[in-house]
């Protein structure tokens, strides 16, 4: 696996695609920062529960303002980087050289963890320093201690991320393609997350509603206790689909005819 | 007994209605140049996918380098290379870095890269990226990306689609040095026998998904050998004429025809003595089974090969 890791090395090094990725995300927190403070400037006020990023010490919740545009990105990114390997027909080079379908499953999925948690790292730092440069680094409302909140906090949404960027992977490699990958990608992502809450409205069903990592992402507020309680419950969805989703990836990725 | 590379045994792969390959069982020995020829969508690139382990058989085995089973065979796949289809490259990188690439996949050194872009004649492509090359150069790098690997075993599936006569040339010759010079196996593909006449040691054809027909070069050459046709009413006096001019590779064909295999050019001359000899002469010349009619022969098609 370590040889297919270094390949993919090589590859994304030289793809203007994570690039990309990297600039979106690296551009977002300082476009806020200065939109906020343009906003200020003009005598609106920043309220914590809802612009959740109001000063450098909410920087670390960055991951939470940005939930959509961080998944959508994601999204477009692994849906090329999967299926285009199958498009230019170079997933044959590494497969009949006798590699193991699982470990190329599992070094694609590695990279997505990395690309992940290095977007979201630096999403998530560029903000709290755009953040503090421009409103200063004030506080958490309600948090103390602040260090064991901001990593708890940050880890908690980066797993949040990470299930979907594991689903994302799997759908990858069940649609082969590209094109075809970018809208079920989306189309979960919409879905899931606008149309998961519906759940709610239903005594019996509104379990389901937390079944998806979404749900924590998009609806709760990451700064109430009642929601930080809620933590190892995100982790622990967020395991389960990360999971469920490379299992069912694997096994029927070993089952794919390669064309 | 030169060793096994590949035998495969009944070999059955379905596509909803569509049998792709039906029963389809070959052996190939090591130093084989092995010609796959059928026309498009005859079951080639399926073949050579089922071999590669890109694709599930429904039927059959498969034993590469004596090994079979799951684990034995993606052992044994680690001593091949392969170009299916389109060349497999990373259209954003150079040729070097697609050997790298490559190299890292299978996890060996990247010392031999100069040695193969040389051979590839690839060397001065220097920045400039996979997806700017010519087909000619996609396939020959292609080829260099199956080589990194130190492969025992080549598969190319139609190596000369899409090349120019002189591309054709160049790659046959590629392909001949690899043989000797390395010692490779081949296996590769064609929709044309002339084609592939120029380079295998053997062939088989597949046609429907089946393999209706394998024969080794020396074969194919009996099959497709040249000679003089010689169609005279008097065939007996005929023939003492030939034994006259010192001519011992003949053959009485029919009542009235005469096949001659030897000096081919000198189909003039032997008319001549015929006609001296007054021996009637209703037609003379050389002729050829042209391969592609003798394909169609095998095939009982209508097909282009």
Redesign the interface.
């Known amino acids: 696996m370590l040889n297919l890791l270094t390949a993919e090395n090589m590859k994304s090094r030289r793809s203007k695609k994570l690039w990309i990725v990297l600039f979106i995300l690296s551009f977002f927190p300082i476009f806020q920062a200065a939109n906020s403070l343009m906003t200020v400037h003009y005598g609106t006020e920043l309220v914590q529960p809802i612009d959740t990023v109001i000063n450098g010490a909410t920087g670390v919740l960055m991951i939470k303002k940005n939930g959509l545009t961080v998944l959508l990105v994601l999204a477009a990114f692994i849906s090329f980087y999967i299926g285009e390997e199958f498009q230019h027909g170079t997933i044959r080079n590494a497969l009949s050289l006798g590699r193991s379908r699982a470990q190329y499953y599992a070094t694609k999925l590695a990279v997505a963890t990395g690309l992940s948690l290095v977007g979201t790292l630096l999403l998530t730092l560029l903000g709290m320093i755009s953040f503090t440069f421009a409103f200063g680094f004030g506080e958490v409302p309600g948090i103390s201690p602040y260090f064991s909140y901001a990593i708890k906090a940050f880890i908690t949404l980066y797993l949040l991320i990470l299930a979907n960027a594991s689903i994302y992977t799997m759908i990858g490699f069940l649609s082969k393609n590209s094109g075809i990958s970018l809208i079920w990608t989306f189309l979960y992502t919409v879905v899931t997350g606008f149309g998961a809450p519906i759940f709610l409205q239903t005594e019996h069903f509104k379990q389901v509603t937390y079944w998806f990592s979404e749900s924590f992402l998009f609806y709760f507020d990451f700064v109430k206790p009642a929601d930080i309680a809620r933590f190892p419950e995100m982790v622990l969805v967020s395991l389960i689909t990360v999971v469920i989703s490379s299992a069912i990836g694997v096994y029927r990725f070993i089952r794919t005819d390669i064309k | 007994m030169s060793e096994t590379i590949l035998k495969a045994t009944n070999i059955s792969k379905v596509y909803g209605k569509h049998k792709a390959l039906d029963k389809v069982s070959v052996e190939i020995k090591r130093g084989m140049i092995y010609g796959l020829i059928g026309e498009n969508g005859a079951g080639k690139s399926s073949f050579m996918?089922v071999i590669?382990?890109?694709?599930?058989i429904d039927e059959g085995q498969i034993e590469l380098f004596g090994e079979s089973g799951a684990t034995g065979?993606?052992?044994?796949?680690?001593k091949?290379?392969?170009s299916?289809?389109?060349?497999?490259?990373?259209?954003?990188?150079t040729a070097r870095?697609n050997l790298?690439?490559?190299a890292?996949?299978?996890?060996v050194s990247e010392r031999e890269i100069d040695d193969l872009l040389r051979l590839m004649n690839l060397e001065n492509t220097g920045k400039k990226k996979a997806k700017n090359f010519s087909l000619g150069m996609r396939q020959r790098l292609a080829i260099a990306?199956a080589l990194i690997?130190h492969p025992e075993f080549l598969i190319l599936d139609e190596p000369t689609n899409g090349l120019d006569p002189s591309g054709i040339v160049e790659m046959r010759e590629i392909i001949g040095r690899l043989v000797t010079e390395r010692g490779m196996t081949v296996l590769l593909s064609s929709h044309l026998l002339d084609e592939l006449s120029q380079v295998a040691t053997h062939y088989g054809i597949l046609h429907h998904g089946k393999l209706i027909s394998e024969f080794s070069r020396e074969e194919l050459a009996d099959q497709t050998r040249q000679y003089i046709e010689l169609e005279t009413p008097e065939v007996q006096a005929a023939v003492v004429v030939l034994n006259e001019l010192g001519i011992r590779d003949y053959e009485v064909v029919s009542e009235r025809g005469i096949n001659i295999y030897e000096r081919l050019d000198d189909a003039a001359a032997i008319n001549r003595s015929l006609v001296l000899a007054d021996v009637d002469v209703t037609r003379i010349g050389a002729t050829r089974q042209k391969l592609e009619d003798y394909f169609l022969q095998l095939t009982g098609g209508t097909t282009h090969a």
Do not use: D
């Open positions: 996918r590669m382990g890109l694709i599930s065979l993606q052992r044994a796949r680690r091949m290379g392969q299916i289809e389109t060349p497999a490259l990373y259209p954003e990188l870095e790298r690439v490559q890292a996949n299978g996890g990306s690997t």
